[in-house]
């Protein structure tokens, strides 16, 4: 905060719920005083094909952050312990040399791109990797090697990677080792044969990609320290009493959780079993619903403490602002595309007395939706605006 009081970077984000800066800009003075000082220090190397050669001399570098085609082999150091990569191309003989790099603990593949075949079989040789991330990268093969499982002290784990040939990626039942793992991402699909053990990732905070298709939905209430839950695709709970709900065994059972988001493009999710687990999640101030519901859940098994929801393609045919007006710390509330197919949306002042933000598609009718002059007259700082998808 310090550095925002005396105008040295800009917030660009804030936390809903705690106001915090989640992320800023930088004036490009202060970036290239950074850089300066960084490669003064020797506490980072940007290389890139006009000072591949100027590497190789400099015997301690620890961090480089590599752009565009770069041959890796001029990276001599031992003491390398931070690789990135932006917007590069690497081909398989490439990929083969960063497995020289034992010692390395961060290896960040920031922006995707072409990666050859596939993920080299002998990646578990990285011991030491803490940080490993390959969001995006586009392999021929979909199939990742089972020596993942040798990364056991793997801190965050990012496998939303692309195949080639096919949207589904294969991925080892070998997850379950790394049992430090404080950040997992699972690829968007997986193919079906994927069957994930994950109850032993009790320090896990943050999951995003989780399916009952692929994972088992027991393993999540062992995951204590969870923070934030992606659900993308299939949910189902198995043995479910309809009847009474009460008798269902808590889904999530983390004191922590704070964020939860549920994406199905494929179909619809069982109302009772959304009503059970948000049942489950009762200290969630984020909730996010990209799923066709039809209704929203009665109020009572929502949290309390809900201050930011965001809705796409629930298709309510009945108006949810009854429900939603009773959250006491209610601040941003969005309706995007097919998120309301209903007849009448009533939103007055008296309903929001602490929205901040108000946001509609232009895919939801202007009639659709009726505000009242309390409302807009109330709110010097509320936005009733169009959002672009």
């Known amino acids: 905060m310090e550095l925002v009081e005396r105008c040295m970077i800009q917030v660009r984000e804030r936390d809903v719920e705690t106001l915090n800066m989640r992320s800023f800009h930088m004036h490009d003075l202060m970036r290239d005083v950074c850089l300066s000082k960084a490669k003064q220090e020797k506490f980072?190397?940007?290389a890139d094909q006009s000072n591949a050669c100027q590497l190789a001399t400099i015997g301690r570098v620890r961090r480089v952050s590599v752009h565009k085609l770069f041959p890796i082999q001029c990276i001599k150091s031992p003491c390398l312990r931070s690789l990135l990569f932006f917007d590069a191309f690497l081909p398989d003989e490439e990929l083969e040399k960063v497995l020289l790099l034992t010692m390395v603990r961060v290896l960040d593949y920031e922006r995707g791109g072409d990666a050859g075949c596939k993920l080299p079989n002998d990646i578990g040789k990285l011991i030491h990797l803490r940080f490993f991330r390959l969001r995006d990268l586009n392999f021929w093969s979909s199939k990742l090697p089972s020596s993942l499982g040798n990364l056991r002290?793997?801190?965050?784990?990012?496998?939303r990677i692309i195949g080639r040939w096919s949207n589904s990626i294969c991925v080892p039942n070998v997850i379950w080792r790394m049992e430090k793992l404080i950040h997992l991402y699972l690829p968007s699909k997986c193919k079906s044969k994927t069957k994930l053990k994950l109850g032993t990732l009790k320090?896990?905070?943050?999951?995003?990609n989780f399916n009952?298709?692929?994972?088992?939905l027991k393993d999540l209430i062992n995951m204590t320290n969870i923070r934030e839950l992606e659900i993308q695709g299939h949910f189902n709970i198995e043995d479910f009493y309809t009847e009474e709900l009460g008798r269902n065994p808590a889904i999530v059972q983390s004191k922590y959780l704070h964020s939860l988001s549920i994406i199905n493009d494929e179909g619809r999710i069982d109302p009772r079993h959304l009503t059970h687990l948000l049942s489950s999640c009762n200290s969630i101030s984020r909730l996010s619903l990209d799923v066709k519901i039809r209704r929203l859940p009665k109020y009572h098994y929502l949290s309390s403490n809900l201050a930011y929801i965001k809705l796409r393609k629930c298709k309510l045919e009945e108006d949810p602002i009854p429900t939603l007006e009773k959250l006491p710390y209610l601040r941003m509330l969005e309706f995007h595309e097919e998120a309301f197919i209903g007849k009448e949306m009533l939103c007055c002042g008296q309903a929001f007395a602490k929205v901040e933000s108000l946001?509609?598609?232009r895919k939801i009718k202007e009639s659709s939706m009726t505000i009242k002059e309390d409302l807009k007259k109330a709110h010097d700082r509320l936005w009733w605006d169009f959002i672009v998808d």
């Open 44 to 46: 980072l190397y940007v």
């Open 153 to 159: 002290f793997l801190q965050t784990l990012d496998l």
């Open 203 to 208: 320090n896990l905070q943050t999951l995003v």
């Open 212 to 216: 009952t298709k692929n994972c088992y």
């Open 359 to 361: 946001f509609r598609t």
